[in-house]
Each structure stands twice: as C-alpha cells, then as structure tokens.
C-alpha cells in the first residue's frame, strides 16, 4: 500500500515526477517519457507554464482552433476556440458563414457591475445596525482608497455598498453587498482585496460604536469573497433574417424551419432535462474562447447556470421568434471576463488569441464570446430539428474512433470515402477497418 508523502510541494518536479510515477503507474519509463514529451522545448516558456499552478509534473494539452467569418457588428472576426470536442469548431463556423449573408451578428452589452460581499454574523437589534451602517458606509468607501485609486483612474472603482439582513433564511446573518465595476480586467484580486478591507473596517468600527450594546459590538466576520454570479453584467447577442431566407433543409421550408426552431427553444425554456443540454450546447462554445483568452471558464459556467434558474426553473439561455415576416434568434448571459490582467499577460498563447480579436476590450470580449455561444446553439438545434445531432457529430468524431483503433493515414482516407454514404458507430467503424485489413 502507498504510504502518504510530507513535503511533496519542496521537492524538484523531477522527484516528484519519479515519485508519482513510482507509486501509482505501471510502467515508470513509460509513464516519465510521455510526460516529459509535453514539455515545452523552449525552457523559459515551459517555466511560465510551470509556475501557473502548484506541483506541476507536465502540461495537459487542447487543441486550439478558429472559427473564421464572424461579422459582428459589421466587423468580421476570427475566433480562436480551445476545446477537446470534435464538432464543435465545424457547427460554429457553419452557422457563422450562414450569418454571414444575412446581416451577421448584433450585440450589446446591458451591463457590467460584478459583486462581492461580507458575510457576517450580528446579534442584536436590526435598527440599530441600519443606524450604524450609515455611519459606516462613508468609512469603508475611506478605509478603502489605497485599493480603489488606480481602479478609478481607468475608470472602475466601487459602485455601491448596501445592507442586506438574510435573517429569516439564517439567523442573525447579514451582508455587506457591494457592487464594482472593473473595466478591462476580471477584477478578482481587486474586489477581494476590497471585501476583506470592509471586513476589517466594519470590525474595528462595531467595537467602539457608542450604539451597540456589549454583545452587538461583537461582530463576527464569515467571510469576505466576491460572487461568481453577475445577473447585472451581462450581454446580449442577436441575429436575424426574413423568413424565406431560412433554408436549412430540403425537407422543410423555411416557415417550416423557423417553426420547429421556436418549439424546439421553447422545450429548453420549460423542461429542464432539455435545458440543461441545450445550454451545455451552449457553453461549447462559449468555454472554448473563454479558455483560449485565458479566462476563468468555471467562474463563467457557475455564473450563467445560476443566471438561468434565476426565474425559479433551470431554463433555455436562448430565445427565438417570428414578428411581422422577420425570424429573430438570440442568447441573454452573464459574462465576467478580462483582458488585462492574469494569465493574459503571461500566457504566449493567450496574448496571440487577443491579438487575433484584435485586442477587444472587455466588454468587446464579452460580445465575441456571447456570439460563440449564440452561434453554437444555431447550429445544434438546426441540426436537432433536420437531420440529427448525430450525422454532423460522428462525421467530426470518425478520425477520433480510427486514431484509437490505431488505422494508418491510408486506411483512414479510404474509411472517410466509405463512410461518407454509410452510418458511423464505433462497431461499424471496427468492422470495415478490420474488413480493409484482410
């Protein structure tokens, strides 16, 4: 049985390399060579890559892509996309050159607050807190200044503070509620910095509060920490055509199309087991541009599926209509995102996606990114309403099957001839290969 090891952290990669290899692989040579064979051949590179993150051993490639021809506000982008899954990059490009003909892709961003608060615990009369807050509120904004200044040169700085008494869902708890606006940065650090210096200050000033009686001047503090979940900073992305235009399919019209399209969104805004799906469509694309710009694509996941339950049911981030002749399809959604700051100023990769966008601002970067999500699900669900999710989908995935299955580039050239008239399943992919090698 392994035994647990003190000291991991201080050793070299290279034992600790030796070490896990050692204890939990098989094949210790085997298990050193592939690791080392992702390293960075350039050492200064594969350096930064190692002091990103905590007891590095290697680095987990993904594939980085481009979804090319995305007119966006008139402007035509190509989109850099990181993502493991194949299909993806094809529908988005898909459904960008469909736009492209029909006026391309509207955005607007609705707006930008994000939120952090201090969660603390206050036993004692509430009027009395609501009298002392406001004695407080200009000594935070104060106490805060240091953190704040060069926020507010670039135009960014605290938005608000409010009391918040959550003591019918939990007793004698309270927040500080505060709002920020951080311009071009994600503003993490930032906002953190600033909760827990309202923690402070809302401590050391409840002791000598004349107000309070013994007991209530002993605030206890939780915990400072901004939220992930920014309802108040989100974009909006469109596109739309006449109806007639909408041909996806010789086997329906276009009335047709746009018909089934709307039912099909509907059943994501009401049924929950479709929703879920619908938005993970979704988050394909979105996550795959939020991770080539170096962004935090968990902060960004937690963020949009709270968004969509907040009218009390886990619902369709995406919407379609028909009014007077014009078919309208469009996405709603919380996007925090950065573009100073982190690993965008570290990462080579990430530096050249940016460069690519053209070096969009944040909230530029949040219109790219809505529109990544928006045309992801165009695609899905026209697929879903004509042919089937799966036709697309295992035509993209039939080369991951003959990797696995270990076919030569040979073989594979004549199995994608082959398979372009006939059904893929990983049986039948097996099956003809195995046929071609006899």
Known sequence: MTEPISGFSKLTKEDKIDWVTSHYTQNKEQSIKILQTYWNQNSNIQQLH?????????????????APNFLINDNLYAIPMAIEESSVIAAASKAAKFWLKRGGFKTEVLGTEKVGQVHFLFKGNFEKLSSFFTYLKPKLLAESVSL?????????????????NKTTELENYYQLHATFQTKDAMGANFINSCLEQFASTLKNEATSYNGFSDEEKNIEVIMSILSNYVPNCTVRAQ???????????????????AEKIIQAIK?????????????????????????????????????????????????????AEIEDGIFKFWIELPLALGTVGGLTNLHPLVKLNLEILRNPSAEELMQIIAVAGLAQNFAAVSSLITTGIQKGHMKMHLLNILNQLGASDLEKGKLVTHFKTNTITHHEVE??????RK
């Open 50 to 66: 190692d002091e990103f993150i905590e007891n590095t051993i290697t680095n987990l490639y993904l594939p980085l892509g481009i």
């Open 431 to 436: 099956l003809q290969l195995n046929l071609l």
């Open 148 to 164: 704040t200044t060069s926020m507010q040169k670039r135009g960014g700085g605290i938005s608000d503070i409010v009391l918040k």
């Open 267 to 319: 059943i994501a805004q009401i049924e929950p087991y479709r929703a879920v799906t619908h938005n993970k469509g979704i988050m394909n694309g979105i996550d795959a541009v939020v991770l080539a710009t170096g962004n935090d694509f968990r902060a960004v996941e937690a963020g949009v599926h709270a968004y969509a339950c907040r009218n009390g049911r886990y619902s369709s981030l995406t919407y």
């Open 239 to 257: 596109v739309s055509c006449p109806v007639e235009e909408l041909k996806l399919s010789t086997d329906l019209s276009p009335l047709h199309t």
